[in-house]
């Protein structure tokens, strides 16, 4: 069973810096090289929006245009800890942020990011006050 479990939201002054964990756990990444890996956010009243996307299939990674340049989507080498570091927040990064993952699927560039993933984790709250 594939489970996804986040991990490292707080409370973050604007400015500030924190880093998200995603442990990913029962993927055999190696027998199935397709897929894709998401962060996502969720604020009160509005939709879930992707923020940090990649695919296996695509060398570069896709970053939603209100986080470009402040927050880094990365890797351990063995895939199955994905990390969101988030640099200069501002209050309206204040969200449920999660990680989502879309099973054995070749995601092309222009696909990244839409909200098809398989499987979600439960959601870290960050909350950025200023």
């Known amino acids: 069973e594939v489970q996804l479990v986040e991990s490292g939201g707080g409370l973050v002054q604007a400015g500030g810096s924190l880093r998200l964990s995603c442990e990913i756990s029962g993927y055999a990444f190696d027998e199935y090289p397709d897929y894709a890996i998401g962060w996502y956010r969720q604020a009160p009243g509005k939709e879930r929006e992707g923020v940090a996307c990649?695919?296996?299939?695509?060398?570069?990674?896709y970053y939603a245009d209100s986080v470009k340049g402040r927050f880094t989507f990365s890797t351990n080498n063995g895939k199955d800890t994905v990390y969101l570091q988030m640099n200069s927040v501002k209050p309206e990064d204040t969200a449920v942020y999660y990680c989502?993952?879309?099973?054995?699927?070749?995601?092309?560039?222009?696909?990244?990011?839409?909200?098809?993933?398989?499987?979600w984790g439960k959601g870290t709250q960050v909350t950025v006050y200023s």
């Open positions: 989502g993952i879309e099973l054995n699927t070749v995601v092309t560039e222009k696909l990244l990011c839409r909200n098809a993933m398989d499987l």
């Open positions: 990649l695919s296996s299939r695509v060398e570069s990674i």
